[in-house]
């Protein structure tokens, strides 16, 4: 069936931790925790103390959910000792600063996936570390990052697509996190449109090439976050992952195809915005050329009655047009009429 798909601006500051919905229990999540819920069926059943999550995810038909944003390591520690995690993919998430990856530790599956978003200008990251077992799902955000609230919500509204168990959650979870690098890609593709009208308008000021060098090199930055992405993908979608049904393929396909989507469209912003950096160039020699031109042709003009100026200054006594009668007046006129010759080839020649 048509699985429909959840789209929301990234924002550049997380969301605040949602207050903890009402209970049979009535707990307190601790800090870090975002939501703890159980699903059985799709269905949201309770929301739980991350100490309770191992029990419920033993249960035949449930699957637990659990939301972290920025723990400290004993709210780690205690999630791995609920799920049985291994201590390295645990160290990962507690360090964050890696790379998109997957990896299997026994019955568990640790994906690792970077997020983006648009700060005062600049592509600022994030990651988010998430594990993949029988019955649960753990997703461990850090930095830079949007909620996965509204995933969360927007699946709940529909059971028969969240009952497909924590393999389907993984692929809402990874689907919104390329979906979100789109408005940062949008947000900069007008700043570039703006960069190129400036351009052959006028040659771009230092502030403009200094913008234009920080985009192409966030741009770059954000292309080697998200091309190990792919691989994962790929991995997620040939059928060697047991944690995965080969029936979710379809998904993560389609994830891969947008994922490349966005490394196309990443690479053809950077093409533009070489592309506006040379026309630049261009357009500034041109304009220097046309400078010179100019500064050469009056040159010229002006080299004419500086020559005859200079032969006729010379004090030597024996010239003999000296003692011409109108001879000054030809002078005059012989410099004149040289200096509109070429006043008139250097116009007609697009010079002057």
């Not at 959910?65 to 990962?92: M, R, T, Y």
């Not at 692929?171 to 960069?195: G, K, R, S, T």
């Not at 991995?235 to 995965?244: A, E, F, I, W, Y």
Request: aromatic share 8%; hydrophobic share 45%; net charge negative.
């Amino acid at each position: 069936m048509a699985v429909s798909r959840v789209r929301v601006a990234a924002k550049a500051i997380p969301e605040p931790l949602p207050s903890d919905p009402p209970g049979e229990k009535g707990h307190l999540h601790a800090a870090g925790v975002v939501a703890a819920g159980v699903y059985a069926h799709g269905v949201r059943v309770a929301d739980i103390p991350v100490e309770e999550a191992g029990d419920w995810s033993r249960k035949d038909d449930h699957v637990v959910w659990i939301g972290l944003f920025e723990p400290d390591s004993s709210l780690l520690k205690c999630v791995q000792q609920q799920f049985n995690l291994h201590p390295l993919a645990v160290e990962d998430a507690t360090n964050a600063h890696q790379r998109p990856k997957l990896e299997q530790y026994g019955d568990a599956l640790f994906v690792v996936a970077r997020t983006a978003q648009l700060s005062e200008g600049r592509i600022t990251f994030g990651e988010t570390h998430i594990f993949v077992g029988r019955g649960y799902i753990v997703s461990v955000r850090h930095g830079a990052s949007t909620s996965y609230t509204s995933v969360r919500q927007h699946w709940e509204t529909c059971p028969t697509s969240l009952a497909k168990g924590e393999d389907f959650i993984l692929y809402a979870i990874l689907d919104f996190i390329v979906d979100n690098y789109m408005p940062v890609l949008e947000a900069i593709h007008d700043e570039v449109e703006e960069i190129e009208d400036k351009v052959l308008a006028r040659p771009m000021a230092h502030a403009d090439i200094e913008r234009l060098y920080m985009l192409r090199r966030d741009l770059l930055r954000l292309r080697n976050a998200i091309a190990p992405l792919v691989d994962v993908c790929q991995r997620l979608t040939n059928g060697n992952v047991p944690q995965v049904r080969p029936t979710l393929a379809p998904m993560f396909r389609d994830v891969t195809d947008h994922v490349r989507t966005v490394q196309e469209k990443i690479d053809s912003l950077r093409e533009v915005l070489a592309f506006a950096f040379e026309a630049s160039l261009l357009v500034g020699q041109s304009q220097e050329n046309a400078i010179t031109k100019r500064l050469a042709s009056w040159a010229a003009i002006l080299a004419v009655p500086t020559a005859v100026a200079g032969i006729y200054g010379m004090n030597f006594e024996n010239m003999p047009e000296l003692k011409t009668h109108y001879g000054y007046f030809a002078v005059l006129a012989v410099i004149g009429a040289s200096c509109a010759v070429l006043y008139w080839r250097f116009k007609r020649n697009g010079w002057l």
